[in-house]
């Protein structure tokens, strides 16, 4: 290996380490308690280097965020291609979706929440973030209706998740309730 692979290879190690570590960090304490000045000292580097990967914490976040966006469509994939039919597809599809949010609210916080420094809908989305939205449109698309735009539908169905999520989380919804509530949203606006 010769000497700028292996800087390279630890270059990676280090930015990789920063973003565990503010996502563990987020995780603990909010994203208020992720500073440059707090994930220097836990990784034992100097702030300096920290800012030769990345310019501050918006792009941490995003980084956090692209990182997250892989997760999540590999879960929302995970869990509807195990499924039979139609409706059972959007409804793991739907669970899977909320159970990410709640099991990682840090990362669905950076993804969601935050300002990253991300494109979202445009032509510059990075790949991660596109292909999430692809990961809700391969099931969601087929349940839109006739004459329906597909990713319009994804859109709004995406909206109506996000809203249980955030408002979950809030606590501003009865927590008895969730079942039922995602349950008509599946049956309400999927044409199953």
């Known amino acids: 290996m010769s000497v700028q692979e292996r800087k390279e290879r630890e270059r ?35 702030q300096p280097v920290l800012y030769s990967h990345f310019r501050g914490k918006r792009e941490i976040i995003g980084a956090v965020a692209l990182e997250g966006a892989t997760e999540m469509a590999s879960a929302l994939r995970a869990a509807s291609s195990g499924a039979d039919g139609r409706r059972t ?71 109506a998740l996000h809203g249980l999520a955030t408002l979950t989380r809030a606590g501003r919804l009865l927590p008895e309730g969730a079942g039922e509530r995602l349950d008509l949203l599946v049956e309400r606006l999927a044409v199953l």
């Open 89 to 159: 597809r959007v409804a793991a599809l739907a669970h899977a979706y909320l159970e990410f949010a709640e099991r990682n609210p840090a990362v669905y916080d950076a993804l969601f929440q935050l300002d990253g420094g991300l494109a979202f809908a445009r032509e510059d989305t990075p790949e991660p973030l596109k292909d999430a939205f692809a990961a809700l449109l391969e099931t969601l698309g087929e349940v839109a209706g006739e004459g329906v735009h597909p990713a319009l539908f994804t859109e709004l169905f995406w909206s």
């Open 12 to 46: 990676a190690n280090r930015e990789r380490l920063i973003v565990a570590t503010a996502r563990e960090l987020a995780d603990q304490q909010g994203w208020d308690a992720v500073t440059t000045r707090r994930l220097a000292e836990r990784i034992e580097y100097s």
